[in-house]
């Protein structure tokens, strides 16, 4: 069974690598997973809806890469803070930028059960053209 740590790292390596198919396998039937700076705060519940979202990002056209990657423990085994950067390129234009993300993070049974992901998505969907198409996910998602 995976710990915490590997857990994220095994999420960030998915995310970089661009293996969107395989990521929602990281996450619980049952999981809960907010971006508390998208929109008004969006909760994703499922892995049926985390594989919509990896969907999405899939057609993003990112070339990520992780950088200043620092993982606190806490006190609860459960439970991981991780800081890094998303270093990323958009591919349709050569566009670079540098994302701060903070991932707090409770990993159960070697599954990702709950995340609260501090990243600003808007800013990844302004980057790369894609906010029409961000606003409308979202607003399948509410409905």
């Not at 700076?37 to 809806?49: I, K, S, T």
Request: proline fraction near 5%; hydrophobic fraction near 40%; aromatic fraction near 10%.
């Amino acid at each position: 069974m995976k710990e915490p740590r590997a857990v994220f790292q095994a999420l960030l390596d998915g995310v970089t690598g661009k293996k969107w198919s395989l990521l929602p396998e990281l996450y619980a039937e049952d999981c809960v997973v907010e971006h508390p700076f998208l929109g008004f705060g969006q909760r994703m519940e499922g892995r049926d809806r985390i594989r919509k979202h990896f969907e999405f990002a899939s057609g993003i056209p990112l070339q990520l890469r992780a950088r200043n990657v620092v993982v606190h423990q806490t006190v609860d085994p459960e439970v991981i803070v991780a800081e890094f950067e998303y270093h990323g390129e958009v591919t349709t234009t050569g566009r670079t930028f540098v994302a701060p993300c903070i991932f707090v993070m409770r990993v159960r049974d070697g599954l990702i059960v709950e995340s609260r992901d501090y990243a600003n998505h808007l800013a990844l969907a302004y980057v790369s053209g894609r906010v029409p198409e961000l606003l409308s996910m979202l607003e399948k998602a509410d409905s």
